[in-house]
């Protein structure tokens, strides 16, 4: 089957399950297990600053139901931003914002966009975005992905499908997304190091905060 039959297939799909989504508005609201104020300011070889906060504007527009916002340093000093954002259901107009449309609007430009594997706890090994942008003489490396339910999804079109899949089986939409970055300061491999292992040393936590 050619790519872009396939491609086409999947919009259909996506567009009658958005449809279905809508006709059953009225679906479950799933709680966090913990609230993310309870996150760990310490992970790994990394201790975490007091939590940033968004202003009303940016949170009206994310509609987030949970999040938190941290910069976390190594011994070396060398800092990260973590941004964990959970959305209790995604309907009503409420829904995850891909960094992808949200950096270039705040003045990103995009250099790089691959989707990377990072193996994990367990055994396993979940997919990511890694995303390189630049402004003026600055850049940065972007590591995100989303989790649908228990499952670590990288793409936007992934983590839209799983909700609507959920959202038919088991009526949930609930669903989070995951991002860390930092400048890129000596170089984008060694950027890169450092966002894994603490990827890495984060993911086991994880299952703390976030239902299946």
């Not at 910069?71 to 914002?97: F, I, N």
């Not at 940065?140 to 989790?147: G, I, K, M, Q």
Request: with cysteine; net charge positive.
């Amino acid at each position: 089957m050619k790519s872009w039959v396939r491609f086409a297939i999947t919009i259909v799909c996506l567009v009658a399950g958005l449809l279905l989504l809508n006709a059953r508005s009225q679906g479950h609201t799933t709680p966090l297990r913990r609230p993310f104020d309870d996150f760990p300011t310490k992970i790994g070889a990394w201790t975490g600053q007091e939590a940033t906060r968004l202003d009303i504007e940016t949170l009206n527009i994310l509609k987030v139901s949970d999040y938190v916002m941290r910069r976390y340093v190594d011994g070396a000093g060398r800092g990260l931003w973590v941004y964990l954002g959970y959305w209790e259901s995604q309907r009503r107009g409420a829904q995850m914002h891909s960094p992808k449309n949200c950096l270039p609007g705040s003045g990103w430009e995009p250099l790089e966009a691959t989707v990377m594997p990072i193996p994990v706890e367990g055994g396993r090994t979940i997919h990511v975005n890694r995303f390189l942008v630049q402004k003026s003489d600055q850049r940065e490396l972007v590591l995100y992905w989303y989790r649908a339910q228990g499952d670590d999804v990288p793409g936007e079109v992934a983590a839209k499908a799983a909700m609507v899949k959920n959202a038919i089986i088991r009526n949930r939409t609930d669903g989070a997304l995951l991002r860390v970055s930092a400048a890129v300061e000596s170089s984008v491999a060694e950027t890169s190091d450092r966002l894994v292992a603490f990827v890495q040393a984060m993911y086991p936590r994880l299952g703390d905060y976030l239902p299946d």
